[in-house]
T-cell receptor, first 114, second 114 residues
Framework: GNSVTQMEGPVTLSEEAFLTINCTYT??????LFWYVQYPGEGLQLLLKATKADDKGSNKGFEATYRKETTSFHLEKGSVQVSDSAVYFCALRLSGAGSYQLTFGKGTKLSVIP | NAGVTQTPKFRVLKTGQSMTLLCAQDMNHEYMYWYRQDPGMGLRLIHYSVGEGTTAKGEVPDGYNVSRLKKQNFLLGLESAAPSQTSVYFCASSDYHSGQGGYTFGSGTRLTVV
């Protein structure tokens, strides 16, 4: 079946540190990949996405590259801010008719301290 | 632009009581979903709908029922609440069949069953 594995948290970083959150996936088809962010007390928001191999999704200084050879979609940011403190979810969705379900990882909580 | 609206935001139920959670979207999306979020478990799909008048079971459907009488609304019902149903419930919607689109989430309903 389809699954997403994220690095376990929580992750605590100092402001301006480099961030990497690892994500690997298993899929029976050819998925699109997503990162969602959940700020405290809120719902999930789409952060970035990539729909085919070697695509790079980017938004708000975050980046992730779709690596088909390693089945990975690691999230990176060069300099984190306190406002980036949130829970980050990696997810996949298969392409094709009837492919409407997102499969989520368990989430990684990030805390950024001043 | 409201997006996805969930009501209520908070609710406390006694074991055995029933309730309905309402989700409304104003984006004319075909697909709608109900997820529950529990610590360390990520998001798990309860039920989903691919169009008005249709519903289907997700990963954890037991103890829940849903209805999609109008395209813009997706209702989640608990007929006889149990403490195991204490969770945060998220509704989401999407409009892409090809897998390239992401979801739009509501802000969640925090349910406690005592």
């Amino acid at each position: 079946g389809n699954s997403v594995t994220q690095m376990e948290g929580p992750v605590t970083l100092s402001e301006e540190a480099f961030l990497t959150i690892n994500c690997t996936y298993t899929a029976t088809g050819y998925p699109s990949l997503f990162w969602y962010v959940q700020y405290p007390g809120e719902g999930l928001q789409l952060l970035l996405k990539a729909t085919k191999a070697d695509d790079k999704g980017s938004n708000k200084g975050f980046e992730a590259t779709y690596r088909k050879e390693t089945t990975s979609f690691h999230l990176e940011k060069g300099s984190v801010q306190v406002s980036d403190s949130a829970v980050y979810f990696c997810a996949l969705r298969l392409s094709g008719a009837g492919s409407y379900q997102l499969t989520f990882g368990k989430g990684t909580k990030l805390s950024v301290i001043p | 632009n409201a997006g996805v609206t969930q009501t209520p935001k908070f609710r406390v139920l006694k074991t055995g009581q029933s309730m309905t959670l309402l989700c409304a979207q104003d984006m004319n999306h075909e697909y709608m979903y109900w997820y529950r979020q529990d610590p360390g478990m990520g998001l798990r799909l309860i039920h989903y709908s691919v169009g008005e008048g249709t519903t289907a079971k997700g990963e954890v459907p037991d103890g829940y029922n849903v209805s999609r009488l109008k395209k813009q609304n997706f209702l989640l019902g608990l007929e006889s609440a149990a403490p195991s149903q204490t969770s945060v419930y998220f509704c989401a919607s999407s409009d892409y069949h090809s897998g390239q689109g992401g979801y739009t989430f509501g802000s969640g309903t925090r349910l406690t069953v005592v």
